[in-house]
């Protein structure tokens, strides 16, 4: 049997994963249907498990086997993703000397085997780089520098350093450098909590166990060969994205050439692991010995959920949804309760929190104990669940509104979070706004589907920015009137951006940057906001609409259904990732296609600002018969 490196972290999630993997291989090497699969009963009590992973239409009989997990963004954006590795190569030349051995085909890649206990493994190196000293190993990962650069620290009082110094495009860990002052930048227990945090592989360690699990493979085909002796020229490093790059706009023809910026910066920067991974190889070790002891028993039984399961994040099991976690109900779990990542303390003092709750059988929002509730707004949702009623503070909610400045401007970007900066003045994986809807609202209730609606949506995968920027100031009045959004900070965010890299345009937009205002300060709140309106602290931080159907979230997707009939599920394109998806396909279409696509694309931008106006509207009907008598907040069936 062979295990490559991608196959180690899938193994040592838990015991079952490998159980689940052979069943799954089984019954598709059995070359039959699920209905004939179970009615055999090849595998003796595992139909339950086989018929969570496959999901049969009754109609068709066609078969779709749910733990394949297709990411369409990830396939559209996968040329970038190359070309992150491929300048990688590049740059490693450049930094280390020498030659780079690199290659989109990972099975032209540098190889590194080993046999041990009947199991072949097995992994190919993103960069092998010698030079006349050293032998560097690099793991490319398309992620950032940031969140590395971020670990800081310092003394109480004072300033806070990341606790990698940056010398020459390599970041090495600044206790590790001779002669480095640290206890003048950071008490040193600090820097070693810090430096913990490298550790936890399903966390900010994640890549560092790759890379760890890569040195683990190398050291053990030189000791399997008894040349151990050729190890001390090996070095280790993550290879990232260079979170300060900021590109200068060369190009050659259409092709950017991501030379160092104005600041010296590289596209990619290098982080020296060769430590820390010396010290993951004990762990390693033992995650090894757990993989070998699952791949023996073969154990498909249920076991607890836990970080390894990555619910909710990109790198969530695909076990996890069909079969392992298919018992959270999508509405009102008991992780829906709003901000509480904290979780519940129980009667003994302990804190209970995320999958524990479901491993515990707290399962729904009403099994958590009521005792264990202690802030206002996680009762609110308790009792709406409980008793089917709708929350709403009514008074709050009229304050808001007459906050409002006239003409209310709807706007909402669509953006391409593209690994590699396309753009002048671009960095890694800036939200590069291709498209915008903007809805006029003119007066109270005044404003037009489509008459008052403009729609800008670049034609092409080239520099577009400027004509949209003039499009926005042709309608948006930068002296008058509301910039209003759902999360607001994001449009904010990219006026910003905008007004950074056009500076003749600056004055214009930060005016637009300065009238933002958040339909969520309307239905959840904005403390600072209602105290400043007068409302007590406690009032001001709850919010001021609830419905069972939120299910603990206000975004639009949810919102939407609460205050308005409108749909998203007729749509062509139905949601933000489809939308990055069609406009990284532009090249890839038929002009039928294309126009097609980019007709699909202006009714979805189009429905999300309209969908503001329809809940804007609701909630003034709501608060129309604001009463006297102070029963202004309110639950009611």
């Not at 139909?47 to 239409?57: A, G, L, Q, T």
């Not at 030079?131 to 806070?160: F, Q, R």
């Not at 509104?401 to 953006?415: A, R, V």
Request: with cysteine.
């Amino acid at each position: 049997m062979a295990v490559t490196k991608t196959d180690f972290v899938n193994f040592t999630r838990c015991k079952r994963y490998a159980a689940l993997e052979e069943i799954n291989r089984e019954k598709l090497e059995a070359d039959i249907s699920y209905k004939t699969y179970k009615e055999l009963e090849l595998k003796e009590n595992l139909s339950e498990i086989v018929s969570s992973m496959y999901e049969i239409n009754e109609e068709t009989g066609e078969e779709t086997d749910l733990t394949e997990k297709v990411d369409r963004q990830l396939e559209a954006m996968m040329d970038y993703y190359k070309l992150v590795e491929k300048e990688a190569g590049r740059i490693s030349e450049n930094i280390f000397g020498g030659k780079s051995i690199y290659a989109e085909k990972t099975k032209e890649q540098e190889c590194f085997d080993f046999s041990l206990n009947g199991i072949r493994y097995i992994c190919y190196v993103d960069i092998y780089n010698e030079n006349e000293e050293k032998v560097n190993i690099v793991e490319v990962k398309a992620t950032t520098s940031k969140k590395y650069m971020d670990l800081k620290a310092g003394h109480k009082k004072c300033d806070k350093f990341s606790i990698w110094e940056r010398i020459d495009n390599v970041n090495y860990l600044k206790g590790e450098l001779s002669g480095y002052n640290l206890e003048e930048e950071m008490p040193l227990e600090e820097y070693e909590k810090k430096r913990e945090k490298l550790f936890d592989r399903y966390r900010l360690g994640q890549y560092v166990y790759d890379l760890s699990i890569q040195r683990y493979f190398i050291e053990h085909e030189f000791l399997s060969t008894h040349t151990e002796d050729k190890l001390i020229k090996f070095r280790y490093y993550l290879g990232v994205l260079n979170a300060d790059y900021v590109f200068d706009g060369t190009y050659e023809g259409k092709k950017p050439i991501y030379n160092p910026d104005s600041d010296g910066n590289e596209l990619i920067t290098f982080f020296d692991m060769t430590k820390i991974t010396e010290e993951y190889q004990k762990f390693i070790d033992g995650d090894r010995e757990k993989l070998e002891m699952y791949l023996q028993d073969l154990d498909a039984s249920p076991c607890s959920l836990s970080i390894s399961c990555g619910y909710k994040k990109r790198a969530e099991c695909k076990y996890f949804a069909p079969l392992c976690g298919s018992m959270i109900p999508k509405k009102n779990s008991s992780m829906s309760y709003i901000q509480n990542g904290f979780g519940f303390v129980r009667e003994d003092g302990t804190r209970i929190k995320g999958v524990d709750l479901i491993n515990e059988g707290y399962v729904n929002m009403l099994d958590i104990p009521e005792e264990w509730i202690t802030k206002n707004y996680h009762h609110i949702q308790r009792e709406s669940l409980a008793f089917d009623k709708v929350y709403i503070d009514k008074e709050k909610i009229a304050e808001g509104l007459k906050q409002l400045k006239y003409p209310i401007y709807h706007l909402d970007f669509e953006t391409m979070p593209c690994p590699v900066p396309r753009f002048r003045g671009e960095w890694p994986y800036i939200q590069s706004p291709f498209e915008f809807s903007l809805h006029i609202e003119r007066e109270p209730g005044v404003c037009d589907k489509d008459k008052d609606n403009i729609v800008f949506l670049a034609k092409t995968h080239e520099d577009e920015r400027e004509d949209m920027i003039k499009l926005m100031l042709k309608y948006m009045n930068p002296d008058e009137g509301t910039l209003f959004a759902q999360n607001v900070s994001f449009e904010k965010g990219r006026i910003k951006e905008l007004a950074s890299m056009f500076p003749e345009y600056r004055k214009d937009l930060m005016k637009l940057y300065d009238r933002g205002f958040d339909l969520l300060w309307l239905v959840n709140t904005n403390s600072k906001m209602y105290e400043d309106l007068g409302f007590e602290e406690e009032r001001a931080k709850t919010f001021n609409f609830y419905d069972k159907r939120l299910s603990g979230s206000f975004s639009i997707k949810k919102t939407l259904p609460v205050f308005s009939d409108l749909s998203y599920d007729n749509l062509v394109v139905k949601n933000g990732t489809e939308a990055i998806v069609e406009y990284a396909n532009y090249e890839k279409m038929s002009k039928e296609e294309f126009m097609l696509k980019y007709q699909a694309l202006i009714i979805y931008c189009k429905q999300d600002t309209w969908a503001m106006v329809e809940i804007l509207n609701s909630l003034r009907e709501l608060v129309k018969d604001l009463s006297k008598n102070g029963e202004n907040v309110v639950m009611f069936t």
